[in-house]
């Protein structure tokens, strides 16, 4: 059971927004910046997002992240086929003096 | 390109113990957070442990469910860290990711090794 919660999955078709949830504590995503990645089969993970809402040099536009509160949410406009994956938000958390994962959401393009 | 390179995984019997290592070709890791991530075959990503920078004296800590039986440690010298995994259960097979922070202040992991894959099985 992880700290943060995301849905199990995602869908959408080409060319449409897909958002991902992923919602915590007040002692996580309350109080830390959110990291979110995105993971390829047989593949590492590769950073998407980091301190919430910026993106890595080489990340599209199409990818952001929002918070409020002790939610996040990454969103994706312009869907592709190649979008689809697993996605994983990441936060620190203080009671657990460590980071945590979400348990991911695995996106599909229809 | 920086590459980020982990060795040491394999078979090993229950109780049993392995040794991870993690270097890099263009990184100085020593000025760097450097994180072990694990995976479970199917499963989430989890965070297994990490040691701190030069500048805050190599500080390790690690997640509760390893705590005693893995540790983190470098080798200023050959510009390596390792994760030292003892006490080997069936539910520590996963792949091990080397993972490197960007900022220290939290889960930012800007570089990633391929990882290593540890299997604990009779």
């Known amino acids: 059971q992880s700290v943060l919660t995301q849905p199990p999955s995602a869908s959408a078709t080409p060319g449409q927004r897909v958002t991902i949830s992923c919602s915590g504590g007040s002692s996580n995503i309350g109080s830390n910046y959110v990291h979110w990645y995105q993971q390829f089969p047989g593949t590492a993970p590769k950073l998407l997002i980091h301190s919430n809402n910026q993106r890595p040099s080489g990340v599209p536009d199409r990818f952001s992240g929002s918070k409020s509160g002790t939610s996040v949410s990454l969103a994706i406009s312009g869907l592709r086929s190649d979008d689809e994956a697993d996605y994983y938000c990441?936060?620190?958390?203080?009671?657990?003096?460590?980071?945590?994962f979400g348990g991911g959401t695995k996106l599909t393009v229809l | 390109e920086v590459q980020v390179v982990e060795s040491g995984g394999g078979l090993v019997q229950p109780g049993g113990s392995l040794r991870l290592s993690c270097v890099s070709s263009r990184l100085t890791l020593n000025n760097y957070y450097v994180n072990w991530v694990r995976q479970a075959p199917g499963k989430g990503l989890e965070w297994v442990g990490r040691t701190k920078n030069k500048e805050v004296g190599y500080t390790t800590e690690n997640a509760a469910s390893v705590k005693g039986r893995f540790a983190v440690s470098r080798d200023e010298s050959k510009n390596s860290v390792f994760l030292q995994m003892n006490s080997l259960k069936t539910e520590d097979t996963a792949v091990y990711y080397c993972a490197i922070e960007g900022s220290s202040s939290g889960p930012d992991f800007i570089y990633w090794g391929q990882g290593s894959l540890v299997t604990v099985s009779s």
């Open positions: 990441a936060v620190w958390d203080d009671s657990l003096s460590g980071p945590v």
